[in-house]
């Protein structure tokens, strides 16, 4: 059994509960709320799990693990059937650099805490917060486009989603949300429809979960 501390909205939570019930592992979740007392991933207990002071974490065998894309990669090799992953080499390639374009390049730009900044020291308004937000996601989902034309079928995995599918769907959420322009991405969106058909996705979207707001 594993813990995972997270919150409702965070897109790298999300991320980890979407892989979890794709590969059907049991886990019970502890909320961390970003937003509440000035923020609970800053407490000092909850710091000393993470000194990043950011969620997702997981607790497995009394041990905390941090980094959402890290955590993918243990599940994965504690938890090898069903694999998120293709089998080729060059398509693990492919499948971990989409995931990283999405972890790597567009949610450091637009988490909470650069959106806080943005306003609180740089004196950003709401229209330029958004325009920011808006800007980044809309760039960097248009290279994740480019790269869906290399879908092997209807998923990542063929007739199957996986570790693209957990990182994707969490960032297109986002996008809505924040109302980006989605009409150069339709085949995210498409493939994003796909995935929320699933029970795995359906169950681990923000509204399902114990601390949706």
């Not at 937003?35 to 909850?46: K, L, N, P, T, Y």
């Not at 998120?84 to 988490?111: G, M, Y």
């Not at 486009?145 to 986002?174: I, K, M, T, W």
Request: hydrophobic content about 40%; overall charge negative.
């Amino acid at each position: 059994m594993y813990t995972l501390f997270g919150y409702w909205r965070s897109s790298a939570s999300y991320r980890l509960r979407i892989a979890l019930n794709l590969k059907g592992v049991p886990y019970d979740q502890e909320v961390v709320h970003l937003v509440r007392d000035g923020g609970e991933q800053h407490q000092a207990s909850f710091r000393a799990r993470n000194p990043h002071g950011l969620v997702p974490v997981l607790r497995a065998d009394d041990r905390d693990l941090t980094q959402s894309l890290a955590i993918l990669e243990f599940l994965e090799e504690r938890h090898p059937e069903p694999s998120l992953l293709p089998d080729s080499a060059f398509d693990r390639a492919w499948v971990r650099a989409v995931a990283q374009t999405i972890a790597c390049e567009i949610h450091p730009l637009n988490n909470l805490r650069v959106l806080k900044y943005l306003v609180t020291e740089l004196g950003a308004s709401e229209d330029a917060k958004l325009g920011w937000y808006r800007h980044w996601v809309e760039q960097g989902l248009a290279v994740v486009e480019s790269h869906l034309a290399r879908l092997p079928g209807d998923f990542s995995l063929g007739d199957r989603p996986g570790y693209l599918e957990a990182c994707l769907v969490p960032q297109v959420y986002n996008a809505r949300r924040f109302q980006c322009d989605l009409s150069q991405c339709p085949a995210a969106v498409a493939l994003d429809g796909r995935c929320n058909e699933l029970d795995a996705f359906r169950e681990a979207a923000p509204e399902r979960q114990p601390d949706a707001e």
